[in-house]
């Protein structure tokens, strides 16, 4: 298992949220047979400032392989989607980056982050979780409350690859005033499952995340976004809903559109109708819906 150099005690109100630490061996014993070779290199470290940026860097100055991965038992400056900071407390959770090369170049990576959520629901489904809904684009609810997020970013490493670091977070055992610290409604997996999370605890849901991410990037390199957005509507429990759709990163010059949400188009952009009865897709944007 490999460790940064840092402080390894854990704060006393964190212990109960421990079931397992992390260990790459694990992890990698976990997968399928047949999927172990599609998993690069396997990194564990006890705490790093982000698994974005760590795994980034490695691959610059390492040539790291397609399918290699970093999870860290903390984050002292995880980062989730627009910039927001992700809030990660000491093995309570999951939060790992994934590298992908692709084929592909930018223009062609709408629907990526539809992909990589479906592949997260399809894995805890699996395990047993049970009423998991996607909230487009990235965001892994469970009865309206956040589960999970998924944050992807791009580089160029190679010449005629497009780098992808796709981070995940989930909440898997979260003490509460940290759940209630959260900027949303936030849950952790222990809750969805009722208290019954599977044997191996974090390294067992590790490896079925994995699993899924894997096939998922091999399948978006081979056909696009088509399969995954077809998993990732059986998650869309918000088709029908007002909607209020953000343009713009800053408040000067953001856009509001109003409307009825409309499900997903062929591409992973989100569908509104308007009050005339019109329906536009975007390809970017936060989304917030308008509880009935």
């Known amino acids: 298992m490999n460790f940064s150099h840092c402080d390894t005690t854990l704060h006393a109100e964190y212990q109960d949220a421990i079931l397992l630490p992390?260990?790459?061996?694990?992890?990698?014993a976990a997968l399928p047979h047949n999927h172990q070779a599609s998993l690069g290199e396997l990194h564990v470290f006890n705490e790093l400032d982000s698994t974005q940026t760590w795994l980034l860097n490695h691959a610059r100055q390492n040539n790291a392989p397609s399918g290699s991965c970093c999870f860290a038992e903390f984050q002292f400056a995880g980062r989730g989607r627009n910039g927001r900071q992700w809030l990660s407390p000491r093995g309570a959770q999951l939060a790992f980056s994934l590298l992908?090369?692709?084929?592909?170049?930018?223009a062609q990576l709408n629907g990526l982050s539809l992909v990589i959520g479906a592949a997260i629901a399809t894995a805890l489904t699996a395990l047993g979780a049970s009423s998991l809904a996607l909230k487009w684009p990235n965001d892994l609810h469970w009865q309206r409350r956040k589960l999970g997020g998924v944050l992807i970013e791009t580089s160029r490493v190679h010449p005629k690859l497009t780098t992808l670091i796709i981070g995940i977070g989930i909440?898997?055992?979260?003490?509460?005033?940290?759940?209630?610290?959260?900027?949303?409604?936030?849950v952790d997996l222990f809750t969805v499952?009722?208290?019954?999370?599977?044997?191996?605890?974090?390294?067992?849901?590790?490896?079925?995340?994995?699993?899924?991410?894997?096939?998922?990037?091999?399948?978006?390199?081979?056909?696009?976004?088509?399969?995954?957005?077809?998993?990732?509507?059986?998650?869309d429990e918000y088709n029908g809903q007002a909607i209020c759709l953000t343009l713009g990163d800053h408040a000067d010059n953001a856009q509001q559109i109003n409307?009825?949400?409309r499900g997903i188009?062929?591409?992973?952009?989100?569908?509104?109708?308007?009050?005339?009865?019109?329906?536009r897709s975007y390809v970017s944007g936060s989304a917030r819906f308008i509880a009935p």
């Open 22 to 28: 992390l260990d790459s061996a694990l992890i990698r």
């Open 265 to 279: 188009d062929a591409h992973g952009g989100i569908c509104i109708e308007n009050a005339a009865g019109q329906v």
């Open 193 to 235: 499952m009722s208290g019954q999370l599977p044997n191996g605890g974090r390294n067992t849901i590790a490896a079925a995340l994995l699993n899924e991410l894997l096939i998922a990037c091999a399948e978006f390199e081979q056909v696009g976004c088509a399969r995954g957005c077809a998993r990732w509507r059986q998650f």
């Open 259 to 261: 409307g009825i949400y």
């Open 171 to 186: 909440n898997v055992q979260i003490p509460a005033a940290h759940l209630n610290a959260i900027d949303q409604p936030a």
């Open 100 to 106: 992908w090369h692709s084929r592909h170049q930018f």
